[in-house]
């Protein structure tokens, strides 16, 4: 177990950190920056992250953590249930492009794809830890592979929206996503077709309400 006192000074860099995403984005944040707003020196920044993309990383799975607490779901909710998985989804990210939040941050990590890769964690990997696939034909590795297809879609996008500061509706857009997902694992036809309409599967009011509860 860490000592106290490298687990609170951890948490310390990473709120900085993450402020600094906020105000500055992702290319703008350095270790200097970080470590003169915690007051230490820059290579106990590095100790403890050696990679910036670590903060980062640590940023995207709080975030869609605390997206799942603000709908008040546990992991049994979550278990085969692609609606609430979508609701989660749709709360981390109206969450991240809410007005004066995370979009710069998001943009420039969704201009690379090697970063969009190794960071943002509601992927095809989040989606086979609570969904089990019904799917006989396709294995675990080829349905891996058609969902990084398709979410390169949505990434693409969500950063064609960013670039272009157009709205984002995130729902409207998820939806294709996770129906085509539930295609491939099998699922029967009644419930991709819902998967197709938001509205049946959550209130997006509550959904855009936890959103902005996220601290």
Same mark, same amino acid.
């Given at each position: 177990m860490p000592r106290k006192k490298n !687990?609170? =000074?951890?948490? &310390?860099?990473?709120?900085?950190?993450?402020?600094?995403?906020? /105000?500055?984005?992702?290319?703008?944040?350095?270790?200097?920056t970080v470590a003169k707003a915690v007051g230490i020196q820059r290579a106990l920044?590095?100790?403890?992250?050696?990679?910036k993309e670590k903060m980062a990383e640590q940023f995207f799975v709080q975030k869609l953590k605390a997206a799942q607490k603000a709908l008040g779901y546990s992991k049994e909710d979550?278990?085969?249930?692609?609606?609430?998985?979508?609701?989660?989804?749709?709360?981390?990210? !109206?969450? =991240?492009?809410? &007005?004066?939040?995370?979009?710069?941050?998001?943009?420039?990590? /969704?201009?690379?794809?090697?970063l969009t890769r190794e960071l943002v964690p509601f992927n095809g990997s989040y989606v086979f830890r609570y969904i089990s696939s019904l799917s006989q034909i396709k294995s675990g590795k080829a349905l891996d592979a058609d969902m990084r297809d398709t979410f390169a879609i949505f990434y693409e996008r969500l950063y064609d929206s960013l670039l272009d500061e157009t709205e984002f509706h995130v729902a409207e857009e998820l939806a294709p996503v996770l129906s085509a997902m539930?295609?491939?694992?099998?699922?029967?036809?009644?419930?991709i077709n819902a998967l197709k309409t938001p509205s049946s599967c959550f209130s997006?009011?509550?959904?855009?309400?936890?959103a902005h509860s996220i601290d």
């Amino acid at each position: 177990m860490p000592r106290k006192k490298n !687990t609170k =000074l951890k948490a &310390e860099i990473l709120a900085a950190a993450w402020e600094s995403f906020k /105000l500055q984005g992702y290319e703008a944040t350095t270790y200097s920056t970080v470590a003169k707003a915690v007051g230490i020196q820059r290579a106990l920044v590095q100790y403890h992250f050696p990679k910036k993309e670590k903060m980062a990383e640590q940023f995207f799975v709080q975030k869609l953590k605390a997206a799942q607490k603000a709908l008040g779901y546990s992991k049994e909710d979550l278990t085969n249930n692609f609606e609430k998985v979508f609701a989660v989804a749709t709360c981390f990210y !109206t969450y =991240l492009l809410q &007005e004066n939040s995370y979009q710069r941050f998001l943009f420039e990590v /969704l201009d690379s794809r090697a970063l969009t890769r190794e960071l943002v964690p509601f992927n095809g990997s989040y989606v086979f830890r609570y969904i089990s696939s019904l799917s006989q034909i396709k294995s675990g590795k080829a349905l891996d592979a058609d969902m990084r297809d398709t979410f390169a879609i949505f990434y693409e996008r969500l950063y064609d929206s960013l670039l272009d500061e157009t709205e984002f509706h995130v729902a409207e857009e998820l939806a294709p996503v996770l129906s085509a997902m539930a295609g491939r694992m099998g699922y029967p036809l009644t419930q991709i077709n819902a998967l197709k309409t938001p509205s049946s599967c959550f209130s997006l009011q509550e959904v855009v309400e936890a959103a902005h509860s996220i601290d």
